[in-house]
């Protein structure tokens, strides 16, 4: 799970789905598109946090690489957030990204979890290599 591969495949879908579900313009259509690609975008973030990271966070913790993937992941959530306001703020006629508060916490909550997936899946294949 923890490889390039499954990087470039998760990217490749959130690309393709991001660009199909604003070309069609499902956004408006169907208002819960946006759940699942934020939660694979919250596993894609972490993966690549700890893949781009790995031979630093190397010598350290399963504690301290849980909380670094885990904050790696938000932290991207938290930039994305800032694009779509951005998106909102700079072209108002445009598609909306942000319909309120509530979508944004949601979106963000919900890139937690997805990179919780990937903290675990870390924490988990680091701790079990400690043990031995």
């Known amino acids: 799970m923890l490889n390039r591969k499954t990087a470039a495949i ?3 879908f959130l690309a393709a789905s991001y660009f199909t579900v604003t070309d069609t313009n499902c956004w408006s259509k169907m208002n819960w598109i946006d759940i699942p690609l934020h939660f694979i975008g919250g596993i894609f973030s972490g993966l690549v946090f700890f893949l781009v990271f790995k031979k630093s966070l190397k010598n350290k913790t399963a504690s ?3 909380i670094a993937v885990l904050s ?3 932290a991207f959530g938290v930039f994305w957030e800032f694009f779509e306001w951005f998106l909102d703020y700079y072209y108002p006629n445009a598609l909306k990204h942000q319909p309120n508060l509530n979508d944004t916490m949601a979106d963000l909550a919900l890139d937690l979890l997805g990179g919780l997936v990937v903290a675990a899946a870390v ?3 680091v701790y079990n290599k400690n043990k031995q």
């Open 10 to 12: 998760l990217f490749i």
């Open 64 to 66: 301290f690489i849980l």
């Open 72 to 74: 790696g992941a938000v």
């Open 123 to 125: 924490f988990k294949k």
